[in-house]
């Protein structure tokens, strides 16, 4: 079995590096079971420029607390980091203020939430 994770983890690799990136394989890959395909899933999104923009469109429409809930750190940490890349899109202030709200006992998280809420924080300061 831990054979068959690795080999798909190098073949997920090989996919995160490719030029162009499927919409249908970021929602596979976050809707999986695996805590590690789900993060590597949120991290391609929010790497690739196209899918990213799609993102951003998907997050001004929808709730996106669920995603905040990960009980996976390296879901959410890869949302925290992800979440710094959208410019624009006000919900993105209370999504990593949720985020560090669900990520209390993690080490690195809230530092990067900080580093992504600060350039905010003068839009916001109510």
Known sequence: MLRDHIALMHALFVLASATTKSAELVRSLKADADPAFRAWGVRIEFSDPALRTEAAQRFAQTDWSQATLDPSPDVRLQLA???GK?????????????LLANSKDDALIPRIVWQNLHPRLERHAA
């Open 81 to 83: 980091i992800g979440l």
């Open 86 to 98: 959208i410019e624009g899109i006000e919900p993105v202030f209370d999504a990593l203020l949720q």
